[in-house]
């Protein structure tokens, strides 16, 4: 295993220091899923969710939460993200909603942990609106799908269904 970046020769946590990296296009796509009940999704679905519309918010918050990353996650770098998006997909089988995230920079540091932040900040707003009906929902399988750029490369991830 290779030597962890953050980590100093004394073991302390530290930035890591991308002043000397080249400036490259990188992207990253990230998902998870929040399980809930059919009548829950339906509420989702027909606008009826006592809050409002649960995916507009949740959106605006999956957003947000990208471009605010670097002061949530310790040793992260801001970024001057030029692409965020968060999207839903509404799923019967298994029940909830699958959220997807793309997160574009040119810089000298990927955006993996934006669009992961981006995810889990997206599926918590939806089990916010959604919690005075169902406090049994789950959120999970949230995973880092692809990324690009970087001495590093591609990366895409193995086939894993979200939710199942």
């Known amino acids: 295993m290779s030597k962890l970046s953050h980590i100093d020769d004394k073991g302390d946590a530290r930035m890591v220091d991308v002043s000397e990296k080249a400036i490259t296009a ?20 027909t606008g009826q969710a006592k809050k409002g519309d649960v ?22 770098h801001p970024l001057a993200i030029t692409k965020a998006t968060v999207d ?13 995230s793309e997160v574009k920079v040119s810089g000298p540091t990927g955006v993996e942990m934006e ?3 981006a995810v889990s900040v997206a599926c ?12 049994g929902m789950v959120i999970s399988d949230v995973r880092l799908v692809e990324k690009a750029g970087g001495k ?5 991830a193995g ?6």
């Open 26 to 45: 990188r992207h990253a796509i990230a998902e998870g899923f929040i399980a809930m009940l059919p009548e829950t999704l339906a509420l989702v679905e």
């Open 55 to 76: 995916i507009a918010a949740a959106r605006i918050a999956g957003i947000m939460a990208a471009k605010r990353t670097h002061e949530l996650i310790p040793l992260c």
């Open 88 to 100: 839903f997909e509404l799923s019967r089988k298994p029940t909830g909603i699958k959220v997807t």
């Open 115 to 117: 669009a992961l932040t």
């Open 124 to 135: 918590l707003t939806l089990y916010d609106m959604l919690k005075a009906v169902e406090r």
């Open 152 to 156: 590093s490369g591609i990366y895409k």
């Open 159 to 164: 086939s894993h269904p979200v939710g199942d």
